[in-house]
């Protein structure tokens, strides 16, 4: 599915609240003065809400699916509808706000 494609300013949470961050960006490729991010880079979390014992707050997040066509240093780039899973929760990402100039497959 085409989708905007995210940066590194991109507003990413995990879905209990907490703030993800890109570990690794592509420098080369910059989407609205901001370097992007491919699939091969893992998101860190912070602030995470979900602190029971059954249950501990998510830590990172790795993404399962990037853009099928567009590649930055031969990696796929990620997309706004790209599907990550949070580490150990199991529980997904939301991408509360990207660019919404460049789109990709």
Same mark, same amino acid.
């Given at each position: 599915?085409?989708?905007?494609?995210?940066?590194? #300013?991109?507003?990413?949470?995990?879905?209990?609240?907490?703030?993800?961050?890109?570990?690794?960006?592509? &420098?080369?490729?910059?989407?609205?003065?901001?370097?992007? +991010?491919?699939?091969? !880079?893992?998101?860190?979390?912070? #602030?995470?809400?979900?602190?029971?014992?059954?249950?501990?707050?998510? +830590? !990172?997040?790795?993404?399962?699916?990037?853009? !099928?066509?567009?590649?930055?240093? #031969?990696? &796929? +780039?990620?997309?706004?509808? !790209?599907?990550? +899973?949070?580490?150990?929760?199991?529980? #997904?990402?939301?991408?509360?706000?990207?660019?919404?100039?460049?789109?990709?497959?």
């Amino acid at each position: 599915m085409p989708g905007y494609l995210l940066h590194q #300013g991109a507003t990413v949470m995990c879905m209990h609240a907490g703030q993800a961050e890109p570990i690794l960006v592509e &420098p080369r490729v910059r989407v609205m003065g901001q370097p992007i +991010v491919t699939q091969a !880079s893992t998101y860190l979390i912070a #602030g995470c809400t979900l602190a029971s014992i059954p249950s501990p707050a998510c +830590v !990172s997040a790795q993404f399962a699916s990037a853009s !099928s066509r567009v590649r930055a240093g #031969g990696l &796929p +780039v990620l997309l706004q509808d !790209s599907i990550a +899973v949070c580490v150990p929760t199991g529980t #997904g990402l939301n991408i509360v706000l990207a660019q919404m100039r460049v789109k990709g497959i």
